[in-house]
């Protein structure tokens, strides 16, 4: 059986970011006194992960709680070093919350489901440039600062509203930090 | 989401989302820890195992850990990076090793799968080279005992590929095309899953028909379920069709999401699983209704969505351990029922794992008291059915076994005859009931009863000897007063001619009195299907507040229908004008399953 090398995407510790074009990691934009003070419990394990995609740099960190449905997703998207107008992440943000960049995005398979996700967010005021929380089976709430956005993901028995205010609460936390690197 | 404990006795209500959720390709897996993953996995001695939610979210897709059962979860993690893949995915699986595995139809230039070695904390997207973009569906997961990853899928020319990746999706074998072996152009909805080492199955609603399967005015493909089986790592599969006498669709089937017209009556999602015992079972919906549609029929006949499992009767298992010894004697057979009117018993069963020889014959016993059946007859195993002629009277007892080359096979189960249900005529009350319908299922329940479609029923009932006409019984739950305005009540039929007509109900006129009407559909160029209305119909049409409309037709207005014909795909819709009258959308409200009536004229129920 012929075997074709796959194209593989390791995990590694995002903590070179910074020289103002590719976001700072993600493990280190949420303080763990933010987190102690939304959920009453310190960061037992924070895992990175981060990737470069073309105009784009990702990071992201599983902030692990000693509950774990208390654990935090955070992600962070920003402009790559190939971004050179610093837009990218900008664009794509427009292109999920405001519509399809253009007619070809309209025609691509399955498009019109992912529509209807788009049409479920709703609009959080006073929160970065823009914000959104996305009603889903867990709670997620993404932010848009400048040349980056943010995601975080909470999970555990909670009512939508609590989900949203302890991520709103990190957001804000996370937004600070973001402005200081800056 | 609910989750249960105890085979689905009882069933606890899991986190759930506080709002409705706007996501799509919800789906749920669990399997063991990776118990050398860093960080290692939580404590958790309630559940051995971990559970996975994974879904659609804007343009990614997240999972989401439980480590109670499905109680709670954690947070949403992103599966792919944001550019890296499209939000539509197929099912997550976890290996017996703790891998877990989310597959996907578009990541750049291939399908890939995305991997997660650390308990669902982070994920990698690792490509199949070989593969193109899909069409429209999700490709499937399979994993082995042994940890190998079966990807199946359907490639951007419609095949029905494989490929098979033995280092958690680092490296891919060479994608083999399944389909071509049994000369299946076109393959939609891939199943994949697999037990055993070197064992796997892929499932999937197959064509040989070449073209665009989604040219609704012009793709004539006629569609089965196929099963590719292999037990040898995937160096070779033999593929089967499963229902060859039944098919699935006749025409296109709509894979493009929400824009479809109304062969968007097959969903993605269909799954494949395997039993305690190592047998495959396939879930798909069914266009091809058996009663109502054929290989011969018009594609609008086979719009049907009935929820259809396969099941698997014979051969080797994907648990080697439960292979059967073959060839053998027939497995026995499963009766059914006794059924006792005027013209004798019909006796009917289900037809057995055949030992991995053809069967050639069932043997029939009868007896008159229970444990004492003798042979009565042997019939051709062409038929899983016999009508005792000698029975019409009487308590009898039956059995049956299955013949092949290598033997007989066991009894299974013994039968005593009952009285059969009285066969509905259609000359009086509403006639013979062709579909009915759940109550209680329309859209924003329970608000829009008078939307609620409980069932159709037609009679033909005589008037006069030059009088050939349709009473046309729609059932909805109420219809007080004030009736709901801007609706319409509305039943489809296809006609012996080929063309589909309707009649309906509809309060969208001034006032929003109900008018009674008929005409015929058309297909757009666009694939959507138009309502075209040809005239009134019968002035003695009538709707009254207990739900009941009754709409009454020339037969000669709707395809000039004898007694003889048959009208198939019968099935009703009823629908709301949203945004108001020239502005807003008709919105469906509830819809049926198709059934199909013979005529039998007006002339035949004359005094009866």
């Known amino acids: 059986m012929r075997q074709i090398a796959a194209v593989l995407i390791l995990p590694t510790v995002a903590m070179a970011a910074g020289a103002g074009k590719v976001p700072a990691g993600a493990c280190s934009l949420i303080p763990s006194a933010a987190i102690q003070r939304a959920f009453g419990e310190p960061i037992a394990n924070a895992k990175p992960l981060s990737q470069i995609a073309g105009e784009l740099s990702y990071s992201h960190c599983f902030y692990s709680l000693p509950t774990f449905t208390n654990s935090i997703s955070l992600s962070l998207t920003g402009p790559s070093p190939a971004d050179a107008d610093h837009n990218a992440a900008r664009e794509l943000w427009q292109r999920w919350f405001h519509g399809a960049a253009n007619d070809a995005d309209r025609d691509a398979p399955g498009s019109s489901e992912e529509r209807e996700a788009a049409a479920k967010a709703a609009p959080v005021p006073d929160l970065g440039d823009e914000a959104f929380w996305v009603h889903s089976f867990v709670g997620n709430l993404y932010v848009l600062k400048g040349s980056t956005f943010l995601r975080i993901s909470i999970g555990g028995k909670l009512t939508d509203a609590e989900r949203q205010a302890r991520a709103r609460a990190l957001a804000v936390a996370a937004l600070r930090n973001l402005d200081r690197r800056h | 989401m609910a989750f249960s404990d105890d085979d689905g006795n009882t069933w606890l209500q899991s986190q759930g989302s506080g709002q409705p959720a706007g996501v799509d390709h919800q789906t749920v897996g669990g399997g063991p820890y990776n118990t050398s993953a860093t960080p290692p996995p939580p404590p958790h001695p309630a559940y051995n195992n971990t559970v996975y939610y994974c879904s659609q979210d804007i343009a990614t897709a997240f999972c989401a850990r439980s480590d109670d059962g499905g109680l709670t979860f954690g947070p949403g993690v992103p599966i792919y990076n944001l550019t890296q893949c499209s939000g539509i995915h197929g099912h997550v699986k976890v290996a017996t090793d703790g891998t877990v595995y989310v597959p996907n139809r578009g990541c750049g230039a291939n399908q890939a799968v995305a991997v997660s070695s650390d308990n669902g904390l982070t994920w990698a997207v690792r490509p199949i080279p070989d593969s193109t973009p899909a069409i429209g569906n999700d490709p499937s997961v399979g994993i082995a005992s042994d940890g190998t990853v079966y990807f199946g899928y359907q490639d951007s020319s419609g095949a029905a590929k494989i490929a098979v990746s033995r280092d958690e999706g680092k490296t891919w074998s060479s994608s083999v095309n399944v389909g071509a072996q049994a000369s299946v152009a076109n393959a939609v909805f891939p199943a994949v899953a697999a037990g055993d080492s070197q064992r796997a199955a892929f499932f999937f609603i197959g064509s040989t028909t070449p073209g665009n399967l989604q040219d609704t005015a012009n793709y004539k493909g006629i569609w089965y379920p196929f099963m590719a089986v292999t037990y040898d790592g995937g160096a070779n599969y033999f593929v089967v069709n499963t229902s060859p006498t039944d098919p699935v669709q006749v025409g296109s089937i709509c894979i493009g999401g929400t824009t479809c017209g109304a062969d968007r009556n097959l969903l993605d999602f269909n799954d494949l699983t395997i039993d305690s015992q190592g047998r495959l079972l396939a879930g798909f919906a069914d266009g091809c209704v058996a009663g109502a549609c054929d290989a011969s029929s018009p594609n609008t006949a086979s719009r049907s969505a009935l929820g259809t499992v396969i099941r698997q009767s014979g051969g080797r298992r994907m648990f080697a351990t439960y292979d059967p010894a073959e060839p053998a004697a027939p497995g026995a057979p499963e009766i059914g029922t006794a059924l006792q009117s005027s013209t004798g018993t019909l006796l009917t069963w289900q037809a057995p794992d055949n030992g991995g020889a053809p069967l050639k014959q069932y043997l029939i016993y009868?007896?008159?008291?229970?444990?004492?059946?003798?042979?009565?007859?042997?019939?051709?195993?062409?038929?899983?059915?016999?009508?005792?002629?000698?029975?019409?009277?009487?308590?009898?007892?039956?059995?049956?076994?299955?013949?092949?080359?290598?033997?007989?096979?066991?009894?299974?189960?013994?039968?005593?005859?009952?009285?059969?249900?009285?066969?509905?005529?259609?000359?009086?009350?509403?006639?013979?009931?062709?579909?009915?319908?759940?109550?209680?299922?329309?859209?924003?329940?329970?608000?829009?009863?008078?939307?609620?479609?409980?069932?159709?029923?037609?009679?033909?009932?005589?008037?006069?000897?030059?009088?050939?006409?349709?009473?046309?019984?729609?059932?909805?739950?109420?219809?007080?007063?004030?009736?709901?305005?801007?609706?319409?009540?509305?039943?489809?039929?296809?006609?012996?001619?080929?063309?589909?007509?309707?009649?309906?109900?509809?309060?969208?006129?001034?006032?929003?009195?109900?008018?009674?009407?008929?005409?015929?559909?058309?297909?757009?160029?666009?694939?959507?299907?138009?309502?075209?209305?040809?005239?009134?119909?019968?002035?003695?049409?009538?709707?009254?507040?207990?739900?009941?409309?009754?709409?009454?037709?020339?037969?000669?207005?709707?395809?000039?229908?004898?007694?003889?014909?048959?009208?198939?795909?019968?099935?009703?819709?009823?629908?709301?004008?949203?945004?108001?009258?020239?502005?807003?959308?008709?919105?469906?409200?509830?819809?049926?399953?198709?059934?199909?009536?013979?005529?039998?004229?007006?002339?035949?129920?004359?005094?009866?």
Not at chain 2, 431 to 455: C, F, K, M, R, W
Not at chain 2, 569 to 597: C, F, H, M, P, W
């Open chain 2, 366 to 608: 009868r007896g008159t008291s229970s444990g004492n059946e003798t042979l009565l007859t042997k019939i051709n195993a062409s038929k899983t059915s016999f009508l005792d002629t000698k029975a019409a009277t009487g308590t009898f007892y039956y059995r049956v076994a299955a013949i092949n080359q290598y033997g007989t096979s066991k009894l299974c189960g013994e039968v005593m005859t009952t009285p059969a249900p009285p066969i509905p005529s259609s000359c009086t009350g509403t006639g013979v009931t062709v579909v009915t319908d759940p109550t209680g299922d329309q859209a924003a329940a329970p608000a829009n009863s008078q939307l609620d479609i409980e069932s159709i029923s037609i009679a033909e009932k005589f008037v006069s000897s030059t009088t050939n006409r349709l009473t046309i019984t729609l059932k909805v739950a109420n219809l007080n007063t004030p009736v709901t305005p801007n609706a319409s009540w509305t039943v489809f039929f296809t006609a012996p001619n080929g063309t589909e007509y309707f009649v309906n109900m509809n309060s969208d006129g001034a006032g929003g009195t109900p008018v009674f009407q008929y005409g015929h559909t058309s297909t757009l160029a666009t694939g959507s299907t138009q309502q075209n209305t040809d005239g009134t119909a019968d002035a003695s049409s009538t709707f009254s507040s207990d739900g009941t409309i009754s709409i009454i037709i020339d037969d000669g207005l709707i395809g000039g229908l004898k007694a003889g014909d048959t009208i198939v795909n019968v099935n009703g819709k009823t629908q709301l004008l949203v945004g108001g009258d020239g502005t807003g959308l008709l919105e469906t409200i509830d819809s049926t399953a198709a059934g199909r009536y013979i005529l039998v004229g007006n002339a035949f129920c004359q005094g009866k």
